[in-house]
């Protein structure tokens, strides 16, 4: 599976979007993007995953750019709550439930 | 619907013991995935289990196997304990086509320390 490169922490205010980029750039032409986040203590947490189209669920959006090297996962209005590590990961559509984990992004949401 | 179930939550063992944690996956799931969390590694896969046969493994000694019954929970075995063996372990059910893959999801996670 290809390889992510994550900013290791972010912040952001309370109520305003929070952008997360991943760096996927050997991704190949079978292998999806997905987004999982571990709120401290926690098992990780499935938040959305894409192939080439942008995505949206209730709880964030996913920007895939047209080479597919990169992508952005979108909370529109971050919350608390939100407070977690996000992971992005590449995997091949029949890489089985085989998930490999980089260091992700430590998200802090401020009040 | 309940989610993936996780047993016991909390565990200590002495070094050169062994330990058996079990996961139930959500009803209907039959891919069942273990992984281990450490402050230094990271989340690292573990092996996977799909209808009772071994799909995929990870880099990981031969002190660690698992095991998945009919009813697709699935138990895992660490033999020998070492002291870089506490770590979170995490266990993870998906609904597996032969078409594509689903998300996984995951358990609260065993937190073993040994000592």
């Known amino acids: 599976d290809a390889k992510t490169t994550q900013p290791p922490s972010m912040d952001c205010a309370e109520g305003r979007a929070a952008n997360l980029p991943c760096n996927h750039s050997?991704?190949?032409?079978?292998?999806?993007v997905y987004w999982y986040r571990q709120i401290h203590s926690q098992g990780p947490q499935y938040i959305i995953h894409?192939?080439?189209n942008n995505e949206t669920n209730e709880m964030a959006s996913l920007i895939i750019t047209e080479d597919r090297k990169s992508s952005t996962l979108i909370l529109p209005h971050a919350t608390l709550r939100d407070t977690a590590v996000y992971y992005c990961?590449?995997?091949?559509?029949?890489?089985?439930?085989?998930?490999?984990f980089g260091g992700g992004t430590r998200l802090m949401v401020k009040p | 619907k309940a989610g993936v179930t996780q047993t016991p939550r909390y565990l200590i063992k002495t070094r050169g013991q062994q330990v058996t944690l079990s996961c139930s996956p959500i009803s209907g799931h039959r891919s069942v995935s273990w992984y281990q969390q450490t402050p230094g590694q990271g989340l690292q896969f573990l092996f996977e289990y799909f209808s009772e046969t071994q799909r995929n493994k990870g880099n990981f000694p031969g002190r660690f196997s698992g095991r998945q019954f009919s009813n697709s929970r699935s138990e895992m075995n660490v033999s020998t304990l070492e002291l870089g063996d506490s770590a979170l372990y995490l266990c993870a059910s998906s609904l597996l086509s032969s078409q594509m893959n689903t998300e996984a999801f995951f358990g609260q996670g065993t937190r073993l320390t040994v000592v």
């Open positions: 050997t991704i190949s032409g079978n292998e999806y």
């Open positions: 990961i590449v995997r091949r559509y029949n890489a089985g439930n085989m998930l490999t």
């Open positions: 894409g192939l080439k």
